[in-house]
C-alpha cells in the first residue's frame, strides 16, 4: 500500500506566472496566481504543475555534474509534430540544450527559467 500520491509537481523560479504562462502556452491550461508567490496551472490534461517564487534562483545547467538537472520534465508529442512544436516552445522562450540529433525521438530544452525539459514522441 502506498504511503501517499503525487499530489503536483512545483518548479522554483524567479517570476512563477511568467513561467506558467510559458508552460500554459505549450500545455494548455490557465494560470492562477495566489498573489503569495505560488501559481498553479489549472485546466490542462496530465500531472498538475505548480510554480513557487525563490529568490536567487540558480537554474541547473544541463548537462553538467556540478549544478546537474535534479529532474526534468518529459512532454509529449507525436513524431510528424516535433519540428513545429519545437518552432513553437523556442518562439515561446525555450533554449535548445540538446535538439541537433534529428534520428533520435527526444530533444532536450531549457524552459525560461532554465529547468530541463524534453520532447519525446516516445
Given at each position: 500500500m502506498p504511503l501517499a500520491k503525487l499530489g503536483v509537481v512545483v518548479l522554483d523560479c524567479p517570476d512563477p506566472l511568467a513561467l506558467a504562462g510559458f508552460y500554459a502556452a505549450v500545455l494548455g491550461g490557465t494560470p492562477k496566481d495566489d498573489g503569495d508567490g505560488w501559481v498553479d496551472l489549472e485546466g490542462h490534461d496530465g500531472t498538475p504543475l505548480a510554480f513557487q517564487k525563490a529568490p536567487g534562483h540558480v537554474p541547473p545547467q544541463w548537462p553538467s555534474a556540478d549544478r546537474s538537472q535534479q529532474f526534468h520534465l518529459d512532454l509529449t508529442v507525436e513524431a510528424a509534430e516535433m519540428d513545429a512544436v519545437e518552432r513553437e516552445v523556442l518562439a515561446l522562450g525555450a533554449?535548445?540544450?540538446?535538439?541537433?540529433?534529428?534520428?533520435?525521438?527526444?530533444?532536450?530544452?531549457?524552459?525560461?527559467?532554465?529547468?530541463?525539459f524534453c520532447l519525446c514522441a516516445c
Open positions: 533554449t535548445a540544450l540538446e535538439a541537433s540529433d534529428r534520428s533520435r525521438s527526444f530533444r532536450v530544452y531549457a524552459d525560461p527559467a532554465g529547468h530541463p
